[in-house]
């Protein structure tokens, strides 16, 4: 049971934690194994138990509403004729992003870690990481020497019996890809079956694997529906939060640390809010400057991504042929009484990581695959048959920022990705567009498909390519690195999330990632909120493993 409160129960706590998101609730769970410790958790959202995101295969239904998705926009990327930025959804509910995303788990490649070491970050190499990815998870198909077996989330492997996954199998083989049979083990390259988070037919978002799997937890509070407004300091000690929960006004204190950790949008926005930020801009939205701090807000990055849309030449090889009312009906009897079915399914299947440039050994292009045609707009849903490949380029070059405006805290900050704003990003995407084409093109699909139907086939010259690149890209949902970890002037916090100049204040979320890494981002955040969970309780930190095969692409 857990301990939720609606105001804090006591005058002051050791840890304040601001979002309850991948980073938050892991690090909540984790401290609060301290009994002698007293944590706040504070989460804008609402509760996380709702059927929906309880079913893994219901992810659409809470991302269409208000009460669980920011459903925020970014500004428009200059060189886009589109009239809005893209679409950036993001989790406003127990558990964050956790409880709203895809559920595919993936761990990131092994070079992204070696290059954070090589960038200054000497604790935060692959060998160091690896104890923490496995300590988080719990899956039991695995290489021990890669996988954990006994941790909080709970990951399964996808069956992908439906004809097109087994076609997209087959095709990624003929393009020259060998199936990988864990993509979170010793290699990444090839196509796979995807891992999931979930346990038990439910989804296993961090709040559920960290706050209610785990024994009672009478240490720690949880306030929902909660927001942070205001961080307040007395010199360089962050001594409160100002808080607002249902048109209520009141205050919580910090008696240890406090550690924001709202997401790579909203933890810059609350350092802005704090003075913390460029003078420049912090001037111009109306908020005198405590430290001079260019780099909060910077460096923000994503995978941009493109969606290949493709019709089913027969319906009935589509997922969308079962989803009709009475589909839907039994789907959800099914999942209700045993837990089993197409509930259990977060939909994404199969997938692939690729390489493209010549003597690159360290994928460059991510697949994510559905067997129907879903349209997850932020006003609706709108399925039809079909398949649908989300293809995202890896490590892009391009930076984007998060600011603010004004000194509003209730008013969503300012950002904007800038993708392809880099000749490397551009041309990894044309190669992308053709990879991905090409598989599409693939004897395995032996009629079963229309061709591509926003007309990406048709495009003969990269130019051509290009613009389509241009026209259609869109967030793959992997916002991260506006507070990066470093030892440069524009570095916002130092290896175990401490914000320069400051005592008590860490950020440990998404925003802390230096370079976004080859993957998916919430298995590689929960890893980041578990070491450092073991830093601020003072414990020795896992012993890095060295593998023999150590070898990771
Ligand atoms: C639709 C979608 C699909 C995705 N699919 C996948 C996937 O399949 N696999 C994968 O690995 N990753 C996926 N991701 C990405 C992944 O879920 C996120 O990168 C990860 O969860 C980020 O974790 P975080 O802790 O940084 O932030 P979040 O999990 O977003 O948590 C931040 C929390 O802070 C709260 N908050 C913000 N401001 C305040 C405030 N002022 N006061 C109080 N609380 C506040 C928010 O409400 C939120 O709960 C997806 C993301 C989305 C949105």
């Not at 410790?37 to 709702?50: Q, V």
């Not at 785990?214 to 720690?220: A, S």
């Amino acid at each position: 049971m857990l301990n939720i409160v609606k105001r804090p129960s006591r005058a002051a706590y050791d840890y304040i934690i601001v979002g309850s998101g991948s980073a938050g609730s892991t690090v909540a769970g984790r401290l609060s194994e301290d009994k002698s410790k007293k944590i706040l958790l504070i989460e804008a959202g609402a509760s996380d138990r709702n059927i929906f995101i309880q079913m893994p295969a219901g992810l659409g239904i809470p991302l269409m509403k208000d009460r669980y998705n920011w459903k925020f926009f970014a500004e428009k990327d200059d060189t886009s004729e589109s009239t809005e930025g893209p679409y950036t959804p993001r989790g406003k509910v127990l558990g964050g992003s956790s409880s709203v995303n895809g559920m595919n788990w993936v761990r990131g490649n092994k070079a992204d870690y070696d290059s954070w070491r090589d960038f200054g970050l000497s604790s935060w190499s692959y060998a160091h990481c690896l104890p923490y990815f496995k300590r988080s998870e719990n899956y039991q198909q695995g290489d021990s020497a890669y996988r954990g077996k006994n941790g909080p989330t709970k990951i399964i492997k996808a069956e992908a019996s439906n004809p097109l996954f087994q076609a997209f199998i087959q095709a990624a083989n003929q393009y020259g890809l060998a199936l990988n049979q864990d993509h979170n083990g010793a290699s990444q390259t090839g196509v796979h079956k995807t891992q999931r988070n979930v346990a038990d037919g439910i989804r296993h978002s961090a709040s559920q694997a960290y706050l209610y799997d785990q024994p009672d937890k009478p240490n720690l509070d949880i306030l929902m529906e909660t927001r942070c407004t205001a961080i307040e300091f007395s010199g360089a000690d962050a001594v409160k939060v100002h808080l607002t929960r249902r048109g209520e006004h009141f205050s919580a204190e910090v008696a240890g640390e406090l550690i924001v950790a709202a997401g790579a949008i909203q933890s810059p926005q609350l350092l802005m809010l704090a003075g913390i930020g460029d003078t420049n801009m912090l001037a111009d939205a109306g908020i005198s400057v405590r430290q001079h701090m260019p780099g909060v807000g910077a460096n923000l990055q994503d995978h941009p991504a493109w969606c290949f849309d493709y019709g089913a030449s027969n319906p009935r090889d589509s997922l969308a042929s079962k989803l009709s009312y009475l589909g839907r009906l039994k789907i959800g009897m099914e999942w209700l009484l045993g837990k089993r079915g197409l509930g259990i399914s977060n939909h994404f299947e199969v997938g692939a990581f690729l390489c493209l440039t010549e003597n690159q050994t360290i994928p460059e292009l991510q697949m994510e695959c559905i067997a129907m045609r879903g349209d997850f707009a932020p006003e609706g849903i709108k399925i039809e048959p079909g398949y649908q490949c989300f293809t995202s380029i890896q490590r892009p070059t391009s930076r984007g920022k998060v600011w603010i405006d004004n000194a509003d805290p209730i008013k969503a900050p300012k950002f904007q990705f800038n993708y392809l704003n880099t000749d490397y990003d551009r041309d990894i995407a044309v190669a992308a567009i053709k990879a991905t084409r090409e598989i599409f093109q693939q004897r395995a699909w032996n009629g079963r498909l229309t061709t591509e139907l926003s007309g990406v086939d048709q495009l003969a010259s990269d130019s051509d390519i290009m613009q389509w690149a241009y026209e259609h890209v869109e967030s793959n949902y992997h916002p991260c690195g506006t507070c990066r970890m470093g030892h440069d002037d524009l570095a916002v916090t130092d290896e175990a999330g401490k914000v320069h100049g400051f005592n008590n204040l860490r950020v440990i979320d998404a925003a802390i990632i230096p370079s976004i890494p080859t993957g998916n981002l919430n298995a590689i955040t929960v890893m980041i909120a578990e070491k450092i969970a073991d830093n601020i309780l003072g414990l020795a930190p896992l012993e890095p493993e060295h593998l023999l095969r150590d070898q990771q692409q």
